[in-house]
């Protein structure tokens, strides 16, 4: 079983940036891609980036790329997630998640086998 706490939310104008880290409770972090996916009130929960084991690649949805940028600390079992020039419809609440299973970058929820509690982000206009 592996744990992830989230952390690093909160309220940003626009334009502003904010860095999100999560923290897994396991040993293999690094055999782990990992990944981020966000929900804002009444919409489903959706992808936004993902990053693979060991080497680090990594896929970015349209909406961030540019704006967002995925990076891990293996040493510290921790994936981050910077996210700069940010816009009201970032506003959501996000989630890191863990996919222990070899093949390509996962990008679907069902594809993840852990997940951590979420983090609220909100973006005033």
């Known amino acids: 079983q592996v744990q992830l706490v989230e952390s690093g939310g909160g309220l940003v104008q626009a334009g502003g940036s904010l860095r999100l880290s999560c923290a897994a409770s396991t040993r293999t972090f690094s055999a782990y891609t990992m990944g981020w996916f966000r929900q804002a009130p009444g919409k489903e929960r959706e992808f936004v980036v993902g990053?693979?084991?060991?080497?680090?690649?990594?896929y970015y949805e349209d909406s961030v790329k540019g704006r967002f940028t995925i990076s891990r600390d293996n040493a510290k079992n921790t994936v981050y997630l910077q996210m700069n020039s940010l816009k009201s419809e970032d506003t959501a609440v996000y989630y890191c998640?863990?996919?222990?299973?070899?093949?390509?970058?996962?990008?679907?929820?069902?594809?993840?086998?852990?997940w951590g509690q979420g983090t609220q982000v909100t973006v005033s206009s």
């Open positions: 990053i693979s084991r060991n080497v680090g690649i990594t």
């Open positions: 998640a863990a996919d222990s299973t070899f093949g390509p970058l996962a990008r679907t929820q069902g594809e993840y086998d852990y």
